[in-house]
């Protein structure tokens, strides 16, 4: 059965981007250093070039490669520029939203904009069949989380302090939420965190 997973680099300090972002500074100013155990100094941040690892960093790589549905939100499908239509084997995209979508992404044929939480998560479900979901943007893991519809997080911890931009979980309300450690695994640089995210008490839908 699909499960939702989160999938996100983050510093040591919390930061998913730094400050500064817009859609010609996607990750912010310096946020591009989270994503340099995949793509290099050099490289260009884009799924749809295969980069050069090895061991647990290819593992990471290959689980999100692995994954049948890809759910966002609209800040970060269209700061990405829509990711080009395909974000990753011509898996469908599900961006959560409470407008349609804008003329320049409507054509899309991969891509549908969704207005309520639990019809979105049900669909990406859906489409991804055996396969996981992939959980991209902070806004979206929070209502997921809020909502008791998000199963699972793999953190990607970068050794650095940006010590500005936008944290993971900033928005999150004052409770608790229990997580079990599945494995913690050390790339080449970046170090792989996954939990699963046990449920709890009271958790309201959020839609």
């Known amino acids: 059965m699909a499960a939702t997973v989160l999938y996100m680099s983050m510093s040591v300090d919390g930061f998913i981007a730094g400050s500064n972002e817009t859609r010609s500074n996607g990750l912010g100013d310096g946020g591009e250093r989270l994503h340099e155990w995949i793509f ?62 804008p003329a320049e992404f409507a054509d899309y044929p991969l891509v549908s904009y969704v207005s309520d939480l639990q019809a ?20 979206v893991a929070q209502r997921l989380l809020r909502a008791g519809l998000l199963d699972e997080i793999q953190l990607h911890l970068v050794p650095v302090l940006l010590g500005q931009g936008r944290r993971l979980f900033d928005e999150l309300p004052p409770e608790q939420v229990e997580l079990e450690p599945v494995h913690a695994l050390q790339g080449a640089e970046a170090l792989h965190l996954r939990y699963r995210v046990l449920p709890r008490l009271g958790a309201t839908h959020d839609d």
Request: hydrophobic share 40%.
């Open 120 to 139: 979105a998560v049900a669909a990406a479900k859906a489409a991804a069949g055996e396969r996981n979901v992939l959980v991209h943007g902070a806004g």
């Open 40 to 101: 290099g100094t050099d490289g260009e941040a884009d799924v749809r070039t295969v980069p050069d690892l090895s061991g647990p960093d290819r593992r990471m790589w290959d689980e999100v490669m692995a994954t049948g549905a890809v759910l966002a939100g609209r800040g970060t499908f269209e700061t990405a520029n829509g990711w080009g239509g395909d974000h990753h084997n011509g898996v469908p995209i599900f961006i959560l939203s409470r407008h349609p979508a």
